[in-house]
């Protein structure tokens, strides 16, 4: 119910526009993002001090005109070179994400209450069967959480450990990463299906499993196609920064460049990850209309 003002506090609503509980959560905001930045130690003046602004000219001058020598773009052999990094890049997201998908699909059906203990599928299921699928539900979220929780550099420092250096331990960081993410956003949009069409479908005779791969699931696949598209334009910028770890990819160029205070090679190396950016949100944006 709407609160009603009188007298002068009419006149102060009318002025704000905003109720006494609206106020209060403005201004608890104010005061958690006042402490927040007082924690993170944000000073606006420190990018106007005359140090900085002399540190990043200087950085901006020695990173141009940027390197486009034949060996630093192209390298000795194939499988060499700046050019073929970006391409790692690009094929380490698309696996990465592909393998995550295959993952997060069983992960986010098992995470799914609606998929494992409750709505129309389960109004006349035993108690036994409803407390096994809560459990499954309940394991599977916590291995979501898990995956998810641990950021993809982290998954790709522990992968080369395991395996060594190389694209291959980006492609599983990615995987295990994404898998997390994805399987969460699955599930909650399975949770959110509509339960009449899923109770229409069980209704006409279909199991469980069929209700839920013709009632639900295509209620959410365009959905879900889109939100995975936009995941992988995430990857390729996770990717980038894998080589950080020795993970493969352009980012072993960016943090080589760095060490050595190679600027021109840096900047190339930025602009190269800028216009793989660019392409694929291109692509994805496609893909997502063509879908939609």
């Known amino acids: ?104 699909v069983p992960l986010g059906l098992t995470s799914a209450a609606t998929v494992t203990h409750r709505g129309p599928l389960y109004r006349n299921a035993s108690a036994g069967r409803i407390t096994v699928g809560r459990g499954l539900y309940h394991a599977s979220r916590t291995v979501l959480s898990f995956l998810r929780s641990v950021p993809g550099i982290v998954w790709g420092f522990l992968f080369v450990t395991a395996i060594g250096l190389g694209p291959f ?10 898998a997390g993410v994805l399987g969460k956003l699955y599930a909650d949009f399975l949770e959110d299906t509509d339960p009449m069409t899923t109770e229409a479908v069980a209704g006409s005779g279909a199991t469980r499993l069929q209700a839920v791969c013709h009632g639900m699931v295509p209620q959410v696949t365009p959905t879900i196609a889109s939100y995975t598209l936009y995941r992988w334009e995430c990857t390729i910028r996770s990717a980038a920064i894998l080589g950080f770890v020795g993970a493969g990819g352009v980012g072993y160029y960016l943090v080589i460049t760095i060490q050595r205070l190679q600027y021109g090679k840096l900047s190339t190396a930025i602009l190269a990850v800028f216009a793989l950016v660019v392409t694929s949100d291109w692509l994805g944006s496609r893909l997502r209309t063509r879908l939609g």
């Not at 119910?1 to 109720?19: C, F, I």
């Not at 006042?34 to 020695?62: C, K, N, T, Y």
């Not at 331990?169 to 990463?177: E, K, W």
């Open 1 to 104: 119910m709407s609160e009603k003002y009188s007298g002068p506090d009419a006149a102060q609503h009318a002025a704000t526009g905003l109720s006494k509980r609206q106020l209060t959560t403005l201004l608890g905001g104010c005061v958690i993002l006042a402490a927040a930045a007082w924690i993170a130690e944000v000073d606006p003046m420190a990018l106007l001090a005359a140090g900085a602004r002399e540190q990043m000219a200087a950085f901006v001058a020695e990173g141009i005109p940027p390197e486009t020598s034949r060996e630093y773009l192209l390298g000795r052999s194939l499988r060499d070179g700046l050019l073929w990094a970006v391409v790692e890049t690009l094929a380490i997201s698309v696996v990465g994400t592909t393998l995550a998908v295959a993952l997060a």
């Open 169 to 178: 331990a980006g492609v599983l960081a990615l995987a295990v990463h994404n």
